[in-house]
């Protein structure tokens, strides 16, 4: 079984990232493990349904959650459609298959006082890594951009003139996102000390390491997790919860829910309208407070 024409398929066509390629294949190479051990063949072109539900029997016998479940079965429909699409079969065993019921995770947004508290009153070393780490913080915080977004940025990616920020989003979809003035002097002192490191390899990208390589991803979750356990007892404490924060406080204060759609980079308004529930409960205080007919 070679899966390169699908992750070619992915890759080209539906310019997925190399990361999500790797989950996609993964998942199917786990697949195809368990149809060796349990019906000994590899093959996953030639399965049936009730092989699939073994499948997620054992996953769940795992006890992954339902969301994992759904994420791998996700994963096999999308490749058995692709084989539809090719003509390598004509029936795609998951086509009546419902995905398992998940609970919805409320993502908790810090507050406002939490990140005044983070970027206002705890030190940040006077060296590269404590100008880095700021300028991490005050990005994600004024742009909303991903983890894999900072990640991959470019010295190139800014433009200080313009106060404007190049973001390379899914799917290779560019968007140009604007810079508050106190961002833009972060990154310019995070600079000057990026500047003075030795044996630089990865120049070309904003965020190096002290070693002079590209920053990478779990470095910068824990970034931001430790400065946040400094000012927060919220149970998560990532990247993804500034994002969450970002798009809540622009929402809280009045911004449309377009413009939060493009600043984020979704491709669709469902996507932006998870973030809403604060803006509606700071919306319910508004009403009641203002409306004549509201019982004081």
């Known amino acids: 079984m070679s899966l390169q024409p699908f992750t070619d398929y992915l890759l080209l066509e539906k310019n997925y990232s ?12 786990g697949f195809s493990s368990f149809l060796e051990d349990e019906y000994e063949t590899k ?32 994963s096999l429909n999308t490749y058995y459609k692709f084989l539809l699409k090719t003509g390598d079969i004509t029936l795609n065993p998951l086509a009546k298959h419902k995905a398992l019921k998940t609970s919805k ?22 060296s590269f890594e404590g100008a880095r780490d700021r300028s991490i913080i005050e990005l994600f915080y004024s742009t909303g951009i991903r983890r894999i977004e900072l990640v991959d940025l470019k010295l190139t990616s800014v433009n200080f003139q313009n106060k404007t920020l190049k973001v390379l989003g899914k799917r290779n979809k560019e968007r140009i996102v604007p810079l ?28 190096l390491t002290k070693k002079g390589i590209k920053i990478y ?17 919220k149970v998560k ?4 919860i500034l994002r969450h924060s970002f798009a809540t406080h622009l929402l809280n204060q009045g911004a449309d829910l377009n413009a939060v759609k493009e600043l984020l980079g979704h491709s669709s308004l469902a996507a932006t309208q998870v973030y809403t529930h604060n803006s509606i409960a700071e919306l319910k205080k508004v009403h009641v407070n203002a409306h004549p007919r509201s019982k004081k």
């Open 18 to 29: 190399t990361l999500t390629i790797n989950a996609y294949e993964n998942d199917l190479k």
């Open 43 to 74: 093959d996953i072109n030639q399965v049936n349904y009730s092989q699939i539900r073994s499948w997620i029997v054992f996953l769940v016998e795992k006890e992954l959650s339902n969301r994992s479940i759904n994420r791998k079965i996700s």
């Open 180 to 207: 508050l003035e106190s961002t833009v002097k972060s990154m310019q002192t995070y600079l000057k000390f990026r500047a003075e490191l030795s044996n630089v390899e990865d120049s070309s990208f904003l965020f």
């Open 217 to 233: 991803e779990t470095l910068v979750y824990r970034i931001i997790n430790d400065y946040f356990s400094k000012a927060s007892s």
């Open 237 to 240: 404490k990532s990247p993804h």
């Open 105 to 126: 995770k409320v993502q908790v947004p810090f507050s406002e006082q939490e990140i005044k508290t983070v970027l206002d009153d705890l030190e940040f070393d006077n």
